[in-house]
């Protein structure tokens, strides 16, 4: 049995987070990963797979870990955790490595 998604919507988000090059994580409104990009491992230091099912406090302290250069950024969006406003951070340069940038945008329901 295949553990791929077989409804049209889960199928175009699975291949969006394979051919980004962009990490993204996927959240629902409990803040419960729900999906992960592949870029997650090379970009955050996350395995994609590892990253399902965790809740977002636990998957920030992670990022901040492995990734200790995003701790400011990741530090102001725990202000704004549950915030039913769109939040956005400032795209911001980080010198790495690897270099990259880092965005954050969360639109509640």
Known sequence: MSSRPTHPSDLALETLLDVLDEAVLVFDEALVCRAAGRRAAALLGL????????????????ITHAAPELAGPLAALEACALSPERVEIDPLEITGPPPRSFVWTSAPS
């Open 47 to 62: 395995d994609p797979g590892s990253c399902v099912g965790e809740g977002r406090a636990h998957l920030l302290a992670r």
